[in-house]
């Protein structure tokens, strides 16, 4: 029914009111990757494998805390969530035993959600199959189920797991995507989506386990598709959509030479095995292994390593108790041998590799298998299985759809599969800065360029200077959404993640209160989404634990606009709401409602005294620490909802200024103007001057949950219109404005009114 009305109109989103709505968004939350009961982030070892005892209720947070939670994102000019929740959530307990207490939970969190205005999308989210390959998704049966052993995963390296890891503490920076290159991933993922064609002697239950992984999976989705679609008050008016399982990846599938590793695989940190070596260590032999290091110019060859595992195979044995979890394994897939060796792979009696192109084509057809045949075939045969699923529930519901993460996209462009209700969902990193934790001020690099074959020398790919890396950024992005646009056909883009560490350069920023690293990078990555043209985006990421030590509890990663050892942006201290309601203990003159702005006193009214913020006696801290956490870079304007189409947008930081041009068939109705969310900690009553190319505008504090947000309305003509806001430039990492001729204060405002009628 579409309550809301959200509707996409080829690359656009639209409200009911068919304003163009630009996604404005944040994943949440970081935490929802382990369980709350006990509470078992990656550095925790204790209890890691009993997963008979664990409950995911309270993520991402408890009802209690997702009022204070979902109020400050809203308070910060998100409008969108995209929704963490993993398989490993719904189905811990064992093959069809849904945790309906979460699921309970959710539907909560939704309707919390639901109350404070956001759309929603669903993501089922995996890194490196599971927690326990050294990422978050699956439950730990579906190793078992594989044939696996992960409790043999640290002496065979056929994972690296943070939880398992000798010395927490020194786990390595950035070295869990490395798990991509190692056996435990590489095996899932290519039993996950193509087990009949390679594992076709591995059935479970009298299917092969292709079949029951994917069934398992897509059943609970669709079951908690399900049960949310019984609650009656979520879908269409809150939950828009629902994407596909985070960041696939091909396993195997495609590789085309397994004793070398092909020079596209950028990712290469510590011990980097060929397939074939990983096939080794995992059957317990000894292998010397390459080891590389990151460097400024990306990964290369820092040694050797031999890797010992003294006899200890990855591979489940031949004594294991498969009743425990219910199903029956086909006396044809035998315990204690490589699922591998099995099918003619290599013949472990003289550790000889046989068929090093075994997964270079199809084994029955001789069909040759590339990423993009892998993208194009049973990648998209699992979207389409995954999208009726959950369609069949939510009728209405978008799909987003997520390929292999800087892999060409799908080719759908015309087919059945170009429908209406399809979203090109696609995540981008600054690769140089998220593995370094380095902001290099002074070059960057055009990695995706790269992966196209756009330069005929890396070198040509690095940009030198300011601008010419914010520049490289935005191409980037524009580039991938105009291959998405080429690749699937007219459809919105959304970057569901998008981030940056924030414990740079051994985490000098907590040390000093220095986070101008931290706030370059931000603001460079904000800049290139304004500039990419896509529809919005959902940054990464949001976790309410996060602190100086663990970072976001996962891995290492600290990529959270706050953590609890950090101030937080203050509460805007200087409005009130249209009710009248003040806050804290600020003071102050405005304008009231009856003020009738005109061309002929508009700079006098533009020159109102400023607002200087005072932290409040409940956080003093705030005064004498540097540092918001970069908020000046994400707390930042955008266009909500525009009367016609947006033409361009975007913030200047370092101006403070903020400039927005659209297209409008007509002209907009009293009841229907366009949004804009203006951040007062930029744009302050009485210090922010606007200038228009026509009508009038206004701004409104909205009350959020008791506290104050501000939000301009434009009333404007048909045509092109064009919006210059400047506010004010503050010290950087400090809540005091910069010094000005003008000072003063303001004792309360309810809303600031300027009428303009430019001629």
């Not at 059943?219 to 399900?226: E, G, P, R, V």
């Not at 949004?675 to 959020?704: A, C, M, N, Y």
Request: glycine fraction near 8%; proline fraction near 6%; charge should be negative.
């Amino acid at each position: 029914m579409a309550a809301r009305g959200l509707t996409i109109d080829g690359t656009k989103f639209r409200d009911a009111e068919g304003r163009e709505v630009t996604f404005r968004g944040i994943n949440v939350a970081g935490e929802s990757k382990f369980p709350r009961y006990p509470d078992q982030p990656s550095h925790q070892p204790n209890g890691f494998f009993d997963t008979e005892n664990i409950s995911f209720v309270g993520r991402p947070f408890t009802e209690e805390e997702a009022h204070i939670h979902l109020a400050r994102l809203k308070r910060w000019g998100y409008n969108v969530i995209r929704y963490i929740f993993t398989w490993e959530a719904l189905e811990h307990a064992g093959p069809g035993q849904y945790d309906e207490a979460y699921i309970d939970h959710t539907i909560k969190i939704l309707r919390i959600a639901k109350s404070y205005g956001f759309y929603v999308f669903m993501d089922p989210h995996q890194d490196v199959w599971s927690r326990f390959t050294g990422g978050s998704g699956a439950p730990l049966w579906t190793l078992y189920a594989c044939g696996l052993d992960p409790e043999t995963f640290t002496a065979n390296q056929a994972a690296f797991v943070h939880n398992t890891w000798p010395d927490p503490a020194e786990f390595p920076k950035m070295l869990w995507p490395t798990n991509y290159t190692r056996l435990a991933a590489q095996v899932t993922f290519t039993l996950f989506y193509a087990g009949r064609d390679f594992a076709p002697n591995a059935i479970i239950d009298g299917k092969n386990i292709q079949d029951y992984l994917t069934d398992h999976f897509i059943a609970a989705c669709a079951h908690l598709a399900q049960r949310i679609h019984e609650a009656g008050d979520l879908e269409d008016d809150c939950i828009i959509g629902w994407e596909t399982l985070n960041e696939p990846f091909r396993g195997l599938i495609g590789w085309e030479d397994l004793d070398a590793i092909p020079d596209a695989l950028k990712m290469r940190k510590g011990t980097c095995p060929t397939p074939w070596q990983a096939i080794l260590t995992g059957a317990g032999r000894a292998v010397e292994i390459d080891t590389y290091a990151f460097g400024t110019f990306g990964a290369y060859k820092s040694g050797r390593e031999f890797v010992d595992p003294g006899g200890v195979s990855a591979w489940l044995p031949s004594n294991f108790d498969d009743s425990k979890f219910g199903w029956k394994r086909d006396p044809g897939w035998k315990l204690g041998e490589c699922l591998w060796a099995q099918n003619g792979v290599w013949d472990p009696s003289e550790d000889l590799l046989l068929k090093k192109d075994y997964f270079a084509s199809v084994p029955k057809s001789g069909t040759k298998l590339d990423y993009e045949k892998f993208t194009n075939t049973y990648y998209m045969d699992h979207f389409r299985r995954y999208r009726d699923s959950i369609r069949a529930i939510h009728k209405d519901c978008m799909i987003l759809m997520q390929s292999a993460v800087l892999e060409v996209p799908p080719s759908i462009r015309g087919t059945p599969d170009d429908e209406k209700r399809l979203v090109f969902a696609t995540h981008y990193y600054d690769g140089l800065t998220l593995i370094q934790k380095h902001w290099n001020k002074f070059y960057n690099v055009d990695v995706f360029g790269i992966l196209r074959h756009r330069y005929s020398s890396p070198v040509f790919a690095v940009k030198v200077g300011s601008t010419a890396i914010r520049n490289c950024l935005r191409d980037q992005l524009k580039a991938i959404r105009d291959e998405g646009l080429e690749q699937l056909g007219e459809h919105p883009t959304v970057f569901t993640e998008i981030g940056i560490p924030f414990d740079m350069d051994d985490k000098y920023a907590y040390k000093s209160g220095d986070y101008s690293s931290q706030t370059a990078a931000l603001d460079a990555n904000h800049f290139a989404l304004e500039g990419s043209g896509a529809q919005g985006y959902t940054l990464w990421t949001y976790a309410s634990q996060n602190n100086h030590q663990w970072g976001d509890l996962w891995n290492g990663e600290d990529l959270s606009i706050v953590s609890v050892d950090d101030p937080l942006l203050p509460n805007s201290s200087s409005l009130t709401t249209s009710s009248g309601h003040g806050y804290g203990s600020y003071s102050g003159t405005s304008l009231s409602d009856s003020t009738t702005i005109n061309p002929s006193n508009l700079k006098g009214a533009l020159r109102s005294p400023e607002i200087r913020q005072k932290p409040s006696s409940a956080q003093p801290e705030v005064a004498s620490n540097q540092g918001l956490r970069a908020a000046e870079a994400f707390v930042r304007p955008s266009p909500i909802a525009t009367v016609g189409d947006v033409v361009s947008f975007g913030f200047d930081l370092a101006r403070v200024t903020f400039t927005f041009s659209l297209v409008s068939e007509s002209a907009t109705k009293e009841e229907v103007p366009t949004e804009i969310f203006l951040p007062e900690f930029h744009f302050p009553p009485g210090k922010t001057q606007v200038e228009v190319s026509g009508g009038r505008w206004r701004i409104d504090v909205v009350d959020i949950d008791g506290e104050p947000m501000q939000l301009m309305k434009w009333w404007h003509g048909a045509g092109e219109q064009n919006m210059t806001i400047k506010g004010v430039k503050r010290k950087p990492g400090a809540l005091d404005e910069e010094e000005d001729a003008d000072t003063g204060y303001l004792e309360s405002v309810r809303s600031t009114v300027q009428d303009c009628s430019v001629m």
